[in-house]
């Protein structure tokens, strides 16, 4: 069965740190096209990064762009999220997504990843 379990959520100051985790089980992390979305309360969920199966191609939302880093280990089969600089606008929770085995393009699209964490709450204050 097929499993991710997001990590590494919590409440830090603007201009912070913090670094979430994605554990995948049941399947290899290198084998798919990895992302991260988030969502804030009242909001849908948006597109965050994305890193290709090679780990050499990664995609990143505007307004994350120079704050966060995707990465991946994958001798440890997990996914990773460093994200500097926080904002309050970054506060949401932040799930971590796969695309199906044979996808091999980017999305940015909700729909076009068809496994899911549970999510891990972020909250930035000012």
């Known amino acids: 069965q097929v499993q991710l379990l997001e990590s590494g959520g919590g409440m830090v100051q603007a201009g912070g740190s913090l670094k979430l985790s994605c554990g995948v089980s049941?399947?290899?992390?290198?084998?798919?096209?990895m992302g991260w979305f988030r969502q804030a309360v009242g909001k849908e969920r948006e597109f965050v990064a994305a890193?290709?199966?090679?780990?050499?191609?990664?995609d990143y939302f505007n307004s994350v762009k120079g704050r966060f880093t995707i990465s991946r280990d994958d001798a440890q089969n997990m996914l990773y999220l460093q994200m500097s600089s926080l904002k309050p606008e970054d506060t949401a929770v932040y799930y971590c997504?796969?695309?199906?085995?044979?996808?091999?393009?980017?999305?940015?699209?909700?729909?076009?990843?068809?496994?899911w964490g549970q999510g891990t709450q972020v909250t930035v204050s000012s």
């Open positions: 997504a796969q695309r199906p085995s044979w996808a091999t393009s980017f999305s940015r699209g909700t729909r076009d990843y068809d496994t």
């Open positions: 049941g399947r290899t992390v290198s084998s798919y096209i």
């Open positions: 890193i290709s199966r090679s780990g050499r191609v990664i």
